[in-house]
Nanobody, 128 residues
Framework: GSAAGVGGGLVQPGGSLRLSCAAS????????IAWFRQGPGKEREGVSC??????YYADSVKGRFTISRDNAKNTVYLQMNSLKIEDTAVYYC????????????????????????WGKGTLVTVSS
């Protein structure tokens, strides 16, 4: 199986982008899905997650980003609104066994080792 994230680009502060993560060879409905990002000179961090446990957002994106899933298209989306310069990063989608807690997946970097598949990163640049 594999997953590919697309939809990045250059956007001004305050703007919006929607990232997509399409899976092949695996059914997203059977897996947890998480979005991570790695900004310039920073460690990779969790952004948002959905699985059998409640959807979770990092504090830095709460209220601005929305994760959703289209099972028919086997695709997960990350709608990003009110983008800030500090949102600039390469964004990655990843799948994991759905019984793991989203809150833990996002807040504990060591749990990134649980990811089953990593999508190709997509660059989001927020700049005026």
């Amino acid at each position: 199986g594999s997953a590919a994230g697309v939809g990045g680009g250059l956007v001004q502060p305050g703007g919006s982008l929607r990232l997509s993560c399409a899976a092949s060879g695996l059914t997203l409905d059977d897996n947890g899905i998480a979005w991570f990002r790695q900004g310039p000179g920073k460690e990779r961090e969790g952004v948002s997650c959905m699985s059998m446990t409640p959807t979770y957002y990092a504090d830095s994106v709460k209220g601005r980003f929305t994760i959703s899933r289209d099972n028919a298209k086997n695709t997960v989306y990350l709608q990003m609104n009110s983008l800030k310069i500090e949102d600039t990063a390469v964004y990655y989608c990843a799948t994991f066994p759905s019984h793991y807690s989203c809150g833990s997946i996002i807040t504990r970097p060591s749990l990134q080792t649980l990811m089953l598949y990593w999508g190709k990163g997509t660059l989001v640049t927020v700049s005026s």
